[in-house]
């Protein structure tokens, strides 16, 4: 079993930025791919951003391309999504995922969520 941590959600003005961290932990064997997904009131769970298990491959949202951006801490299962220019509607609950296949379309493990808030 694979568990996946999620880290750094708050509020922020519009034009702000905040920084999400993510730790997958137990049978990763070796790297997994990560990245996120995020669900806002009344709307389904959508693919934000991911990165490939050898960090070579980084797909992204075209909603947050430019101003999102997720990396790797080297060859850990640690991975952070910096958020730049935000915007009220990036308000959502943000879940990391870890998959053993594409993120964005086998996301496998699941975090508890954290609250990101954006005011306008």
């Known amino acids: 079993q694979v568990q996946v941590v999620e880290s750094g959600g708050g509020s922020v003005q519009a034009g702000g930025s905040l920084r999400l961290i993510c730790a997958a932990s137990?049978?990763?064997?070796?790297?997994?791919?990560m990245g996120w997904f995020r669900q806002s009131p009344g709307k389904e769970r959508e693919f934000v951003a991911s990165?490939?298990?050898?960090?070579?491959?980084?797909e992204y949202a075209d909603s947050v391309k430019g101003r999102f951006n997720i990396s790797r801490d080297g060859a850990m299962n640690t991975v952070f999504l910096q958020m730049n220019n935000m915007r009220p509607e990036d308000t959502a609950v943000y879940y990391c995922?870890?998959?053993?296949?594409?993120?964005?379309?086998?996301?496998?493990?699941w975090g508890q969520g954290t609250q990101v808030t954006v005011s306008s």
């Open positions: 995922t870890a998959s053993r296949g594409i993120v964005r379309l086998i996301p496998e493990y």
């Open positions: 990165i490939s298990k050898n960090s070579r491959d980084m």
């Open positions: 137990g049978r990763t064997d070796g790297t997994i791919a």
